[in-house]
């Protein structure tokens, strides 16, 4: 098993800056991906942004590019998504999963394992 926890949402001005961590424990040597969703209300969880703990290798969603950076930290199974720039469009509960696959997750039914959320709020 392993257990995510999710830390650093908040409100934020739009234009500021936040930064979201997710340490990973247990059996944290099992996975190959991290991965960032947001789900707003009323809406599906979307994809924000991956990385392969291994390469390093990033894959942004197209409505944070430029804006967000996903980073890990493998000595302490940490990764973090710093957001800049950041929208009132933003504003939603983002969580933070772990794959165990060895290919690419694609979708949210892909990841094993989830955090419990941390709310980002952004003002206009």
């Known amino acids: 098993q392993v257990q995510l926890v999710e830390s650093g949402g908040g409100l934020v001005q739009a234009g500021g800056s936040l930064r979201l961590s997710c340490a990973a424990s247990?059996?944290?040597?099992?996975?190959?991906?991290m991965g960032w969703f947001r789900q707003a209300p009323g809406k599906e969880r979307e994809f924000v942004a991956r990385?392969?703990?291994?390469?390093?290798?990033?894959y942004n969603a197209d409505s944070v590019k430029g804006r967000f950076t996903i980073s890990r930290a493998n000595a302490n199974n940490t990764v973090y998504l710093q957001m800049n720039r950041m929208k009132p469009e933003d504003t939603a509960v983002y969580y933070c999963?772990?794959?165990?696959?060895?290919?690419?997750?694609?979708?949210?039914?892909?990841?094993?394992?989830w955090g419990q959320g941390t709310q980002v709020t952004v003002s206009s």
């Open positions: 247990g059996r944290a040597a099992s996975i190959y991906t």
């Open positions: 990385i392969r703990m291994s390469s390093g290798s990033i």
């Open positions: 999963a772990a794959s165990r696959r060895s290919y690419y997750p694609v979708t949210p039914g892909d990841y094993d394992y």
